[in-house]
């Protein structure tokens, strides 16, 4: 049972939610949650968010895999779903298809980072705690793909696998797609190495900064996504501790988030 929660989106900061942002707070039982509001309202029956802290979705959290598989079916519960999946991320661009009927329960689908579903009443999942939660729909079809968009990732193009998943499934074109990119790194939290920037800029000698939601950005424009198809957190892991895990802003003890995104079974 989903709840608006009295908070705002974000602390202040550089990462802070602004006005007019695409997600809102909410409370999913015992779980703080920001959902894709705008596509929740525009598309009844969607439900695209991430957990916030303090829940841990990680493998690393300590708890038995029994006690987590709990965690994401009790998430999936309480967002009005009976099936949840998630896949072993590798940081690659495999995105794995999921078809066929929807047992009650959670599943693992095998060893990749993106899911992708023309089936109503499944959840699927992602974790993330500074890599980009990639959110891909296509309404008239009820396709949907879930991305963990790392740098190795963006760079190898996960997120035109995503999209020609949804080709696959029913047709979809790129014109036609709704892309949310959660809350991630920003730029500014965000500087790597000569060997990791050179897969973006081919010329890149030093060190620098890189904002993995504007190269999918520009990747999503290049493939046909309208302009105003694309949304994005105002969200920062690393600026926003409180709220959100990340990686590199805790020296690598961060839990894991999990970023969700599927069609309610009863939805019109």
């Not at 072993?88 to 999921?98: M, Y």
């Not at 105003?228 to 802003?249: E, F, V, W, Y």
Request: net charge neutral; proline share 5%; with cysteine.
């Amino acid at each position: 049972m989903l709840k608006t929660s009295g908070a705002g989106a974000g602390e202040p900061g550089r990462g802070a939610a602004a006005s007019g942002d695409p997600e809102r707070r909410a409370v999913a039982g015992e779980f703080d949650v920001l959902l894709v509001d705008r596509w929740s309202r525009a598309y009844p029956g969607v439900v695209a968010g991430t957990t916030l802290r303090p829940a841990d979705f990680g493998l690393a959290s300590g708890d038995s895999a029994w006690k987590l598989s709990e965690r994401y079916e009790a998430l999936a519960r309480n967002l009005g779903f009976e099936s949840v999946a998630v896949g072993r991320q590798v940081h690659g661009d495999r995105v794995c298809v999921s078809g066929g009927s929807n047992q009650p329960g959670f599943r693992v689908v095998g060893e990749a980072d993106g899911i992708a579903s023309d089936r109503t009443g499944l959840l699927m999942t992602v974790t993330v705690a500074d890599c980009v939660p990639v959110f891909l729909l296509e309404p008239e079809s009820k396709c949907m793909a879930l991305l963990h968009a790392g740098w190795r990732g963006v760079a190898a193009g996960i997120l035109g696998r995503g999209i020609h998943a949804l080709v696959s499934l029913q047709g979809a074109d790129a014109s036609s797609l709704r892309v949310h990119l959660g809350p991630a790194i920003c730029g500014h939290c965000y500087e790597v190495g000569p060997e990791v920037l050179s897969r973006f800029e081919p010329r890149a000698t030093e060190p620098g900064p890189l904002d993995l939601r504007d190269r999918l950005t520009e990747q999503a424009l290049r493939f046909g996504v309208p302009s105003d198809a694309l949304t994005r957190s105002s969200l920062c892991t690393s600026c926003d501790p409180r709220i959100l895990h990340s990686h590199r802003g805790s020296g690598g003890t961060a839990g894991r988030m999990a970023a969700f995104l599927g069609w309610d079974t009863h939805s019109s």
